[in-house]
């Protein structure tokens, strides 16, 4: 019976080996293929929604903003935008010269001419109470037309119930007293009656010179209230 060499079985041992490596190496290569690839085909996906939502984020802004739902109001995109906002900016700057869109309340004014008291409706641009007092003042003084008149400064105007204080530069007391007492009279009904007629509750007006009361011995007495007579 021959005898089997040890040899012959390690070699044996050793081909067996070499051929079962590579078929492992095969069987471990086709596991890890499919994982490859999926790792790969997700990261694909994912891009792929990336760049799609991108574009389409891109064209329906862009949709937007040419029906004006989303574009600020001073955006520029181009020379029309530019031209539209130039065109704009000329419009608000000229309604308050043009009047246009500016609440105008009507004053009427009470003012000498010749030795009368006679009457006119004006319009003035609606401000506070005291600032169309003075608008209404400064008015009456104007169109009285008395030399030394266009002289004097209204300084200040407050009201205390039915009583608005006048406060006038010293000019006022010079003033009358070139106009005489009878012109005097007439000019300071005007006033009155101008604060009267126009801004309720006012019935009354005290005047002032140079925000201190006036001294008494002039052709009219300052240091009193002046209001018109009762009219029954």
């Not at 006012?202 to 209230?225: C, E, H, M, N, Y």
Request: charged share 25%.
């Amino acid at each position: 019976m021959a005898r089997r060499s040890p040899y012959r079985d390690e070699y044996e041992e050793m081909v067996e080996r070499q051929q079962r490596r590579p078929r492992r190496e095969r069987q471990e290569q086709k596991r890890g293929t499919p994982l490859l690839l999926k790792c790969f085909s997700w990261l694909g996906v994912i891009l792929l929604c990336f760049v799609l939502g991108y574009l389409g984020t891109n064209i329906l802004m862009e949709g937007l903003n040419k029906k004006l739902l989303l574009k600020p109001e001073n955006r520029v995109e181009g020379q029309a935008d530019l031209n539209a906002l130039e065109e704009a900016e000329r419009s608000r700057a000229a309604a308050p010269e043009s009047g246009e869109n500016v609440q105008q309340v009507g004053l009427m004014l009470y003012y000498v001419k010749g030795d009368t008291v006679v009457e006119e409706k004006r319009n003035f641009v609606a401000r506070t109470k005291e600032d169309n007092i003075k608008d209404a003042l400064n008015a009456v003084l104007s169109l009285s037309g008395v030399p030394g008149l266009e002289q004097v400064k209204l300084l200040h105007v407050f009201r205390n119930a039915e009583t608005a204080f006048l406060d006038l530069s010293s000019p006022f007391v010079s003033a009358l007293s070139s106009l005489g007492q009878r012109k005097s009279l007439l000019l300071l009904t005007g006033i009155v009656r101008t604060m009267q007629d126009n801004f309720s509750p006012v019935t009354q007006v005290r005047f002032l010179i140079d925000s201190k009361t006036p001294a008494s011995g002039g052709v009219v007495d300052l240091t009193v209230p002046w209001k018109m007579p009762s009219r029954s």
